[in-house]
């Protein structure tokens, strides 16, 4: 098993510009969410899904779109990114259906926007 | 609502000294709690976790966490650091709703070790 992937590992952006953030995982996981972690704040949700078809919005939702059309895919959409919005992004999944509570992270995407 | 308070964004410890990070939480219902780590440039990776039964839980690299009620905490310790400890810690309290387990972070305690 991969486990979670992500793709890309680093992207700069222009203010303004939009891009998608793919995230996968190959663990049959329902649960699957996406953080952003900045110095000295943890990392903090953004959206998250229960299930294909379901999202909803975590702390920090403006500025990005999620959608789920698959169980294995959670991509986080950048409609026009702005500084305010450079971090590390992190998807993560579980299974607390199925007994696992902890969720599984990918290697992360360092994003910067100028 | 839940919360994770993580005392000590920095802590530096000998090789071969014992480790604690401190981590207190608040949540409404009863938690399920976890310890993950960090290393450089890389994701997160799970080191324990406390969801019910036994309160002292063990995890990967000799740590282990007690789950404390009435304190509100789940400290992290290991008896003798090792250079490849050195990370960051992150503790956090997730409350599980179906298929749902929203984790909620605490803003990590980066943990050195010197020879």
């Known amino acids: 098993n991969a486990g979670v992937t992500q793709t890309p590992k680093f992207q700069v952006l222009k203010t303004g510009q939009s891009m998608t953030l793919q995230c996968a995982q190959d663990?049959?996981?329902?649960?699957m969410s996406w953080y952003r972690q900045d110095p000295g704040m943890g990392l903090r949700l953004i959206h998250y899904?229960?299930?294909?078809?379901?999202?909803d919005q975590g702390e920090v939702p403006n500025g990005y779109n999620v959608s789920r059309s698959t169980t294995e895919d959670f991509p986080l959409r950048l409609l026009s990114a702005a500084p305010s919005q450079t971090s590390v992004y992190f998807c993560?999944?579980?299974?607390?259906?199925?007994?696992?509570?902890?969720?599984?992270f990918g290697p992360g995407t360092r994003l910067t926007v100028t | 609502a839940q919360s994770v308070t993580q005392l000590g964004s920095h802590v530096s410890v000998s090789e071969g000294a014992l480790v604690l990070l401190r981590c207190n939480y608040s949540?409404?219902?009863?938690?399920?709690l976890f310890w993950y780590v960090q290393y450089p440039n890389q994701g997160l990776q799970l080191l324990l976790k406390?969801?019910?039964?036994?309160?002292l839980v063990k995890g990967i690299n000799g740590f282990e966490a007690e789950f404390k009620k009435s304190e509100t905490s789940f400290h992290l310790t290991k008896p003798s650091a090792h250079m490849s400890d050195a990370a960051e810690y992150f503790c956090?309290?997730?409350?599980?709703?179906?298929?749902?387990?929203?984790?909620?972070f605490g803003t990590g305690t980066r943990l050195q070790v010197t020879l």
């Open positions: 993560a999944s579980s299974s607390p259906g199925r007994g696992t509570y902890e969720q599984y």
């Open positions: 956090a309290v997730s409350v599980i709703t179906g298929t749902a387990s929203k984790l909620t």
């Open positions: 949540s409404s219902v009863p938690p399920y």
């Open positions: 406390y969801t019910t039964g036994a309160t």
């Open positions: 899904s229960v299930g294909a078809g379901i999202t």
């Open positions: 663990m049959n996981h329902e649960y």
